[in-house]
Structures are given as C-alpha cells and as structure tokens.
C-alpha cells in the first residue's frame, strides 16, 4: 500500500496537504449535526456539544469512573498506565470491553450516529480509554496529531477516524483541559526519529517520538491560534484524526477526567504498520478484534438498571 503519509523516515521535518476529506457525507436536514456544526468541524476540525446526557447518565458515569480507578480485579493490569511520577491511574485502555456502562455509551446512538455522519461509514472502535487528570499530581499530554502515531505505529492507512471525549467532569480553563490549533487538521506534519521498539510502553506515559518539532508547533499556532475548550459534566469533545492538540498539567485541587473512544471507518481499518517493525499491542489499537457497530439508543441509566 502506498504510504500518503510518509513520517519518522526523513532527518528534518515537513508539511504535506490533507489528501483526505474532512467529512465524508454531504449535509442534509436529517443528519446528527446541525448545518451550522458541520460547517464547523469542515473548518475548525472540532466541535464541542454541551447537553448531550441527562443528569443521571452523567451521575452513573461518574460513579463507574470512581469504581474503576480503584482498579477492580477485573481490569486487566497491562492496559492500565500510570503517571510517571505519582504512579497515580493515567488512562485505562480497552475500557469498553471491561466495563458495561462505557462500552453502553461507545455504542450510544448520540455518538454512533454523528461517527457514521462525519466518516460516512459504519465504523468500530480503533481504542477507547478512561483518562484522569488527578489534581496537583495529573502530568501534560504534548502537541501532536494522533493520526502521525496511528499510522506510523499502527497501520491506519487515511486520514477517516475522530476521537470522542465525554467530558466526566467539569472542564475549567485552568484545571489542565484540552487544547486544540483549529485548521490544523489540513496539513500533516511529519515526525523526526525512527521508532524504537515497544515504543508504546514508554509514549503511553511521555511520548517522545512522533512529536512535532517546535518550529511547526510555532508555525501552526501562529496561523491557526489555540483554544481549550472548556464545559460541565457530559459535554463531548468531538475531534478530527489529524487535529493538533495536547493539554498541561493539571496542578490544581479539581481532577480532570474523560471517556475517550476513537472511532475508525470500517474501510479504514488497519494495515501493516507504517513506521515501526511491528503494530502495537490489541489493547491500544484494534486489529483482530473489530466489529462494526450497531448504534443503541435510550438512556444510560437503563444500562445501570439492568445491570
């Protein structure tokens, strides 16, 4: 397969131009996304709902989001990453498969629906993770495109996956929250550096490979300026595959925390590992597991009612 994205293969670094399109399907009056949103996140390569979960979904979330950082025994302890420094939870990866609640709300029609909207396909889950940012100890993610490490290191041929991150609690603008450069989604920055091996052991914790070089990140904050958006409990952050973002650390006494799914076209899924001798582990990037999935619709809380 041809590499469009060539990265970690050159001494100095380059801009390519997006070859792919930002939103696959055309606007009508029946989909997901208001005219105004989709236009927004053509633009922008983001966009952030408020209101998307009633309170007592967002109060059942919250208390599986406790649960689980008491890591139960049923939580696989190679999916689990800790801060560098604190050892403190950092991310619980595969979360929708060992918990029923986050992987009820990964399939939510709310979610699904804008998913299929935006990639103009069915798709599957490429990763999903449960991130905390605790207060005082919570450490930085740095700039980077989560599409330079997806492709590089996992295989994802093109440019057709967003991420979702439903907020699980409130999001201030000083408590460490995602930053993002709108527009940065159309050009592909390329990365110095080959990839070590089982890279992902030590990038889960502090990435230092498929980082961009500062004089891009200077660049690309100039043209496209920064903005953290910022919301109560239950928003969502919808973000484009190649979209510029990273966030600071967090020393402040409010934690931050978020469900976070990446959603991949079912045409997209992934190949042979573009950038490094071998794919990284089922955990962090679906490959032989996938299947395609069927939107649910109600509430969260009947999930919790049944349980």
């Known amino acids: ?84 420094s604190s050892g403190a939870v950092r991310s619980i990866f595969a979360i929708d498969r060992q918990s029923a609640l986050i992987g009820r709300l990964a399939a939510d029609e709310r979610l699904v629906s804008i998913a299929n909207h935006i990639l103009g396909d069915e798709v599957y889950l490429h990763q999903t993770r449960l991130n905390y940012k605790p207060g005082f100890d919570g450490k930085e993610f740095y700039w980077h495109s989560d599409f330079e490490t997806w492709h590089t290191e996992d295989g994802m041929p093109r440019m057709r996956a967003i991420s979702m991150s439903v907020q699980l ?51 690309l904050a100039e043209q496209h300026g920064i903005v953290g958006p910022t919301g109560p409990a239950g928003s969502v952050v919808i973000f484009d595959c190649n979209t510029m973002h990273g966030s600071n650390g967090n020393i402040t006494p409010f934690p931050r925390a978020n469900a976070f799914m990446v959603y991949n076209a079912w045409t997209n899924r992934l190949v042979a590992p573009f950038g490094a001798e071998r794919p990284r582990p089922e955990f962090i990037a679906a490959r032989d597991h996938v299947k395609k999935l069927v939107p649910i619709s109600g509430s969260l809380a009947q999930q919790v009612r049944a349980a």
């Open 169 to 219: 609690v409130d999001n201030f603008e000083f408590n460490g929250p995602l930053m993002l450069m709108p527009g940065s989604h159309r050009t592909f920055v390329t990365c110095v550096g080959e990839t070590p091996e089982d890279h992902y052991k030590e990038s889960l914790r502090k990435q230092e490979y498929g980082v961009p070089d500062r004089d891009s990140l200077a660049k």
């Open 1 to 84: 397969m041809t590499d469009l994205y060539p990265s970690r293969v050159a001494d100095q670094p380059t801009w390519l131009e997006r070859k792919d399109p930002v939103i696959h399907s055309p606007w009508r009056y029946e989909s997901p996304l208001s005219q105004a949103q989709h236009e927004a996140f053509e633009r922008d390569g983001f966009l952030v709902l408020q209101n998307v979960f009633e309170a007592d979904e967002i109060a059942a979330l919250q208390a599986e989001m406790n649960r689980l950082r008491g890591l139960p025994e049923s939580i696989d302890p190679e999916t689990v990453v800790a801060e560098p």
